[in-house]
Antibody, heavy 128, light 106 residues
Framework: EVQLLESGGGLVQPGGSLRLSCEAS????????MSWVRQTPGKGLEWVSAISGGGSATFYADSVKGRFTISRDNSKNTLYLQLSTLRVDDTAIYYC?????????????????????WGRGTMVAVSS | SYVLTQPPSVSVAPGQTARITCGGD??????VHWYQQKPGQAPVLVVF???ARPSGIPARFSGSNSGDAATLAISRVEAGDEADYYCHVWESSTGLFGGGTRLTVL
């Protein structure tokens, strides 16, 4: 069964940093774009960032641009999200998600598809 | 900026058909995906590219998309369908979700 497993969440003070990881298994990880999606407890879903299969193209929501960095290590089948300059409103469950086979990018544009596999999420709490 | 609008809640009796809408400006020109999320669980894809179903999703789940509204229909609703449902599109390299609809089975 295709699986994604997030880790790295925790409690951090405002202005602090954290690195989230997402380990993928049972699919050809490097062939697929990946995204991070977050969900504030009791609220809706918010797309955060995406990265191409090879890792050369990255895309961010305006709310995290300049503070978060997405990356991947295809040799380890692992996706990362570096969170910096954290704010209280970054508090959320962070999910990694596999994009569909038809997702692609062209230049600076990303043409994503459906998220067909999701991890269980990791909780990030930003509080003093 | 592009906005997706969903009703906060929909209620339906068991065995009936639930319809959840997702409104957006000319959304019919975009591919719409739908996710089901039960309490304490991660979202699960139930419809992609407007009307296609992933393997393992019952045929009771169907989707349509035209004009300014996409619709997720769940026929012969069961108690186990009670969940939050989210629509999703891509716009200008950004993933967008609707606010979510809580489906209550009466």
């Amino acid at each position: 069964e295709v699986q994604l497993l997030e880790s790295g969440g925790g409690l951090v003070q405002p202005g602090g940093s954290l690195r989230l990881s997402c380990e993928a298994s049972r699919f050809a990880f490097s062939n697929f774009a990946m995204s991070w999606v977050r969900q504030t407890p009791g609220k809706g879903l918010e797309w955060v960032s995406a990265i191409s299969g090879g890792g050369s193209a990255t895309f961010y929501a305006d709310s995290v641009k300049g503070r978060f960095t997405i990356s991947r290590d295809n040799s380890k089948n692992t996706l990362y999200l570096q969170l910096s300059t954290l704010r209280v409103d970054d508090t959320a469950i962070y999910y990694c998600a596999k994009d569909s086979p038809r997702a692609f990018y062209s230049g600076s544009a990303y043409y994503g598809g459906a998220f067909d596999v999701w991890g269980r999420g990791t909780m990030v709490a930003v509080s003093s | 900026s592009y906005v997706l609008t969903q009703p906060p809640s929909v209620s339906v009796a068991p065995g009936q058909t639930a319809r959840i809408t997702c409104g957006g400006d000319n959304i019919g020109s975009k591919s719409v995906h739908w996710y089901q999320q039960k309490p304490g669980q991660a979202p699960v894809l139930v419809v992609f590219d407007d009307s296609a179903r992933p393997s393992g999703i019952p045929a009771r789940f169907s989707g349509s998309n035209s004009g300014d509204a996409a619709t997720l229909a769940i026929s012969r609703v069961e108690a186990g369908d009670e969940a939050d449902y989210y629509c999703h599109v891509w716009e200008s390299s950004t993933g967008l979700f609707g606010g979510g609809t809580r489906l209550t089975v009466l």
